[in-house]
């Protein structure tokens, strides 16, 4: 069985502002079409193309493993990632679909995907046995 793929989105205030101001442009574009009674110059195509393709690169590229009871966090561009071994006495928390981890002395919380979220609440049902 190879490994359980997924994504996640870190739920930090900047990542969130981001989030945010990606909706609000796209949203401006949206007005701008209505505004124009839905007629889309070749300007106004571009622009929602390129929000779009940013908006589906944005949440693509934080991408989860998990083998076993190891859990990789990676990015698209980058060919690093954060190995975090779920066994060996790493606090980690599960609420819903967001994981909670801290690492040192810092806490990072996550939004994952739902199939991640189901697989790693059976590993910690494992833990508990």
């Known amino acids: 069985m190879g490994p359980t793929t997924g994504f996640y989105q870190p739920l930090d ?9 990606w909706a609000i442009l796209t949203m401006l574009g949206v ?20 929000l779009v393709a940013t908006g589906i690169f944005a ?25 975090y071994n779920l066994d060996s006495g790493l606090y980690w928390q599960l609420d819903g679909r967001r994981l909670s981890i801290q690492s040192g002395s810092r ?3 996550y939004w994952i995907s739902k199939h991640m979220a189901r697989k790693l609440k059976e590993i910690k049902q494992d833990d508990r046995k």
């Open 59 to 83: 949440f693509a590229r934080h991408r989860l493993y998990l083998t076993g009871s190891q859990l990789f966090m990676g990015y698209a561009l980058r060919r690093t990632y954060a190995e």
């Open 31 to 50: 007005i701008i079409s209505s505004e124009r009674m839905y007629q889309m110059p070749l300007w106004l195509t571009i622009y929602l193309i390129i």
């Open 13 to 21: 205030s900047w990542n969130q502002i981001l989030w945010m101001w």
């Open 107 to 109: 806490l990072q919380t």
